[in-house]
């Protein structure tokens, strides 16, 4: 297999940011079949994708699509991950997994259950900042930790500070 056909499940600010880094190729073996969630987007799309209005079956049932990217607030992404594996789609999920362990445990079992893959995005792992630091990590005698933050978007996770 040469590329992988995906569909997009949410177009919000990490689904647009996906499909404009997919759709100028910096991501090799890529192409987006079908997307769901566009509302005000549609039009500007093109490129032979098909467009599932708030439709995420279609998507997940498409013959055509071997993975489905998932970029939806987090509270959903156990329910839709588990139907596009139910389908026998592979699945990336934006970060967070889930926003609870036994969110995550369905959505692993699952995976198990359909034969798919489960893969959480873990972008920043190629951030050049953290490149650095763990660099710079090689040369510090007696640390065994480095922690760091980033805050690019506005919090909008209300889950994070649930402590249940």
Not at 19 to 46: P, Q, R, T
Not at 90 to 118: F, T, W, Y
Request: with cysteine; charged share 30%; net charge negative.
């Amino acid at each position: 297999m040469d590329h992988i056909d995906v569909g997009l499940i949410g177009l919000g600010k990490h689904g647009k940011r996906y499909l404009n880094h997919i759709l100028k190729e910096d991501v090799y073996g890529i192409n987006v079949k079908a997307v769901s969630k566009m509302s005000s987007f549609k039009e500007k799309l093109g490129h032979g994708i098909r467009t599932h209005m708030d439709d995420n079956d279609a998507v997940f049932g498409d013959d055509l699509i071997d993975a489905v990217l998932i970029l939806t607030p987090t509270g959903t992404h156990r329910e839709l991950a588990i139907e596009a594996m139910e389908n026998g789609k592979h699945v990336l999920v934006e970060k967070p997994l889930a926003s609870s362990v036994s969110d995550c445990k369905d959505m692993i079992d699952a995976a198990q259950r359909n034969g798919v893959k489960l893969m959480v995005a873990q972008t920043l792992r190629y951030n050049p900042t953290v490149i650095r630091m763990k660099e710079i990590w090689k040369n510090l005698d007696d640390v065994e930790r480095i922690s760091m933050e980033q805050h690019l978007e506005p919090p909008d996770r209300d889950w994070l500070y649930d402590p249940d």
